[in-house]
């Protein structure tokens, strides 16, 4: 069964504050990606990656980056939190060309 | 450009009633589309994709390319198919996929 797995169900953090979400996935995949779900908005991407080091920008990149240093491990990284990145954050893993597996979600408040 | 519409963002309806979730998409080339769902307190997960021609659950999805549609349709609804849906395309060749804003379907008792 393919785990995908996140660092935290919800995190609270400060205006300005660097936040770092994490994201695990055990199945050798080459594919992850980083979304935020919002009512009304569905999902958008905001970053994925098809090996490691390798990444390219969504269609809401702004005020996030992402580091993928190893296979298994994709990272989405809030420079400078804010207000408007409050969400709830989903990854997903695949194989090229094969269905998305997501994790359980991140819950972020920005206060 | 590229685009899933959902245009339902809260769908009731009885048990053992029909139901009817649409999705139309614009893409010029060959999709693939894709039904995601979540239940309460649950991660997302596929529940089919056009090409298998599959039916889960009870689901199915047709694709109609003149209408540019993907619906998913159920003969009879179950209490425990409430839970948030989701349409998806993604482009073929790419790892990119365009979801919908979703349709929350309940189904009361």
């Known amino acids: 069964d393919v785990k995908v797995t996140q660092s935290s169900r919800y995190l609270v953090k400060r205006t300005g504050e660097k936040v770092f979400l994490e994201c695990v996935q055990d199945?050798?995949?080459?594919?992850m990606f980083w979304y935020r779900q919002d009512p009304g908005l569905g999902l958008r991407l905001i970053y994925f990656s098809y090996d490691v080091k390798m990444k390219e920008k969504g269609d809401i990149p702004e005020g996030y980056s992402v580091s993928r240093e190893k296979k298994e491990r994709f990272s989405l990284i809030l420079e400078s939190a804010s207000t408007n990145q409050t969400s709830m954050y989903l990854c997903a893993s695949s194989f090229p060309l094969d269905t998305q597996y997501f994790g359980p979600g991140t819950r972020l408040t920005v206060l | 450009a590229q685009r899933v519409t959902q245009p339902e963002k809260l769908l009731s309806v009885f048990k053992g009633a029909p139901v009817e979730l649409k999705c139309n998409y614009s893409?010029?080339?060959?999709?693939?589309l894709f039904w995601y769902v979540q239940y309460s307190r649950q991660r997302l997960q596929l529940l089919l994709r056009h090409i298998s021609r599959e039916s889960i659950k009870g689901f199915t999805a047709d694709l109609n390319k003149g209408e540019t549609s993907f619906h998913l349709k159920k003969p009879f609804a179950q209490e425990e198919d409430s839970a948030m849906y989701y349409c998806a395309l993604k482009s073929s060749g790419t790892y990119k996929y365009i979801f919908g804003t979703g349709t929350r379907l309940k189904v009361l008792a």
């Open positions: 199945m050798d995949h080459e594919n």
């Open positions: 893409y010029s080339g060959s999709p693939e």
